[in-house]
């Protein structure tokens, strides 16, 4: 597989925890506390291992966005 197909995955993955987050921390009165503690708490933790995935397949374009930014401010 290759890192175009992969992150569309990722970012799909990423929508989908992210609204789930969204929810479940809108509304947690709506589920118990045990069912709440893994669709939000847990989720959380696997949102944060794809947003650093995330960041590594697109590691070259935050490098170069940060560096020209610092090289134009210079």
């Excluded at 809108?26 to 696997?46: A, C, Q, T």
């Amino acid at each position: 597989m290759d890192r175009k197909q992969l992150l569309k995955i990722v970012n799909v993955a990423l929508a989908l925890i992210f609204l789930d987050m969204a929810i479940t921390g809108s509304f947690p009165d709506l589920f118990p506390r045990n069912v709440y503690h893994v669709i939000h708490e847990e989720m959380g933790k696997v949102f944060i291992f794809f947003v650093l995935f995330h960041l590594a397949l697109n590691w070259n374009w935050v490098k170069n966005t940060l560096l020209k930014s610092k090289k134009s401010a210079a």
